[in-house]
């Protein structure tokens, strides 16, 4: 018993030792000592090509709960400008009288001049700082960054919480959006030939959304900030823009969407599906010296929208089904010849054609644009899973 307490004392002692090499927080800062931010925009001058940094800045007041009927902007925007990147750092104390703490970034944002110039130098200042954050989403946008980032976002306050939420809430019920948007994934392209492509975002009718009186007005739709497109990087580089249904094939095909939306006529009427749970499998091969990209897609539909004028019987399903099969089988192939002829990769194939072992390959390897003979085919199987609540249209008095 005295032997099982002395060993409790000299843990115990043990344990207050090493308390006193405990430094505490040592470091500790006030929140009011802070400028909290939210969100990060680069811009580039074109005139003296001075790196240009907009930074918005939470203010507390403004996002707690408030009394009375006074409006405060929840966040505050400075620009900062200086020759390099490195003089930011020290450019942005001679505006914001804070501590600048970049930890609770929600997004970055860079304007498309700045993107088809190169990000080279944006992305290496983010990899040497010791509190880098490279899962944040990354968009483009093509509207002037000042207007961007002068901007009051509704529901979502906070405009770099807005862009998160929107890139998030987009790849789960669109395919307009991937979540691989982070600056990580354009980082992992950069020593590859395999392109990016990033979210495209505009300003809808901007200077409605440059004051607070913007959350006094009703119509959400206006004044807000909206994806529109793709952005398609080579390396660091933005070289051109996907629109939204072309973006919508790429990830299709890509295997990066949960949900696709598809509009079919057929001779009965036209039907609205959406499809989910798709799966992609994609295999390269070499078919007479020439790769061939065979991708095999497979989903689950489900009827949106029935305005034929049949009954919905098994006869009519598998017309529905084979309807939009060869609708993807259409899209995916058109999309992919327009874009290999025009030289982008967008799906890594001359990465993989390298990769690839065996002395037919190597023979086909003497053509150094190998790759842009690739041809692909696409097959599509779905499956009718929900067709809602009423099987058949009503046809009222016609």
Not at 160 to 165: A, P
Not at 286 to 313: C, D, W, Y
Not at 321 to 339: P, R, S, T, V
Not at 346 to 362: P, T, Y
Request: net charge positive; hydrophobic share 40%; glycine share 6%.
């Amino acid at each position: 018993m005295r032997r099982l307490r002395g060993e409790k004392l000299l843990l115990l002692v043990c344990a207050v030792c090493c308390l006193f090499g405990l430094t505490g927080c040592w470091d500790l800062a006030e929140v009011n000592q802070l400028a909290i931010g939210s969100l990060a925009g680069g811009d580039v001058d074109p005139k003296t090509n001075n790196q240009i940094v907009y930074y918005h800045i939470i203010n507390p007041s403004a996002i707690a709960a408030q009394r009375g009927t006074t409006v405060k902007a929840p966040v505050y925007s400075y620009r900062v400008e200086a020759p390099t990147l490195a003089q930011l750092s020290k450019k942005s104390s001679d505006v914001i009288p804070r501590e600048l703490f970049p930890d609770q970034f929600q997004s970055y944002l860079v304007s498309e001049r700045f993107a088809r110039q190169g990000l080279e130098p944006f992305i290496n200042f983010i990899e040497r700082q010791y509190n880098r954050r490279t899962d944040l989403y990354l968009l483009v946008t093509d509207t002037p960054m000042e207007e961007m980032m002068d901007t009051f976002t509704l529901l979502e306050k906070v405009p770099g919480r807005y862009l998160r939420s929107l890139v998030e809430w987009q790849a789960k019920s669109s395919s307009t959006v991937s979540l691989k948007s982070r600056i990580k994934d354009l980082i992992e392209n950069m020593e590859s030939s395999r392109l990016t492509v990033l979210p495209l975002v505009s300003l809808h009718q901007p200077t409605q959304a440059d004051n607070t009186a913007r959350y006094e007005k009703i119509d959400g739709s206006k004044s807000s900030i909206q994806v529109n497109g793709g952005a398609v990087f080579n390396k660091d580089t933005m070289i051109g823009k996907l629109d939204l249904l072309d973006v919508s094939v790429y990830h299709l095909l890509k295997g990066d969407t949960k949900i696709f939306y598809s509009n079919i006529e057929l001779p009965s009427g036209p039907v609205d599906l959406s499809a989910t749970k798709i799966k992609s499998k994609k295999r390269l091969s070499l078919v007479e010296g020439k790769p061939v990209l065979e991708v095999n897609l497979r989903a689950s539909l489900v009827i949106l929208n029935n305005e034929q004028k049949v009954k919905l019987t098994t006869a009519n399903v598998a017309e529905i089904k084979e309807a939009f099969n060869d609708q993807i089988k259409a899209l995916g192939e058109a999309f992919f010849q327009h874009y290999t002829e025009k030289g982008w990769d967008l799906f890594g194939l001359e990465e993989s054609v390298k990769n690839k072992r065996g002395e037919q390959w190597a023979q086909a390897r003497e053509d150094n644009k190998l790759w842009r003979k690739t041809i692909i085919r696409v097959q599509a199987s779905s499956t009718l899973r929900d067709v809602g609540g009423a099987i058949d249209p009503y046809k009222g008095a016609h």
